[in-house]
């Protein structure tokens, strides 16, 4: 099995950039497809952005379309997602999930899931 842990969370002003680093280990992550969720306090995750095995391979939530982008590199077992444009509903814990399949943008899919990383964005 994979094991994740997520890093790069803070708090940021509205409009500015964070880029969110998952880092897997037990396993090279070059095996699995893999998912950003964020959730809200009370709420279930949502789907955010995935890559396949093949980094070519991306799918976004249309809320972050054109300002998000998630990237691997599996030579150092890391995923990414660069996250600009920062609005302040985007406040959440935020989330890397692999699955050893195709890639999904349901949580349920995934079957490993890091700690998770707090992101503030204030107005």
């Known amino acids: 099995q994979v094991q994740l842990v997520e890093s790069g969370g803070g708090l940021v002003q509205a409009g500015d950039s964070l880029r969110l680093s998952c880092a897997a280990s037990?396993?090279?992550?070059?095996?699995?497809?893999i998912g950003w969720f964020r959730q809200y306090p009370g709420l279930e995750r949502k789907f955010v952005a995935a890559?396949?095995?093949?980094?070519?391979?991306?799918r976004y939530a249309d809320s972050v379309r054109g300002r998000f982008t998630i990237s691997r590199d599996n030579a150092k077992n890391m995923v990414y997602l660069q996250m600009n444009g920062l609005k302040p509903e985007e406040t959440a814990v935020y989330y890397c999930?692999?699955?050893?399949?195709?890639?999904?943008?349901?949580?349920?899919?995934?079957?490993?899931w890091g700690q998770g990383t707090q992101v503030t964005v204030s107005s």
């Open positions: 037990g396993r090279a992550v070059s095996n699995y497809a």
């Open positions: 999930a692999a699955v050893q399949s195709r890639y999904s943008d349901s949580a349920g899919s995934y079957d490993y």
């Open positions: 890559v396949g095995v093949t980094p070519d391979i991306t």
